[in-house]
């Protein structure tokens, strides 16, 4: 769970820098996976449509 690796790996201040990358990373999948699915052309557009419908469902590592 990416919660508990949030926790484990939370011990200095640069680890801020690497969980956002992660929290990218995790977004960008998942609008490529919903892309793909709903078989959109540009595949690594609508970023800010997956963004909102996961806004409560994700936990941001970062905070």
């Not at 540009?42 to 419908?53: S, Y």
Request: hydrophobic share 35%; charged share 30%; aromatic share 12%.
């Amino acid at each position: 769970r990416l919660q508990g690796f949030k926790n484990y790996y939370r011990l200095s201040s640069a680890s801020k820098k690497w969980l956002n990358r992660i929290d990218w990373y995790v977004l960008k999948r998942l609008a490529l996976f919903n892309n793909k699915k709903r078989q959109r052309r540009n595949l690594h557009g609508h970023l800010e449509e997956v963004k909102k419908q996961t806004q409560y469902q994700l936990v941001c590592l970062a905070k």
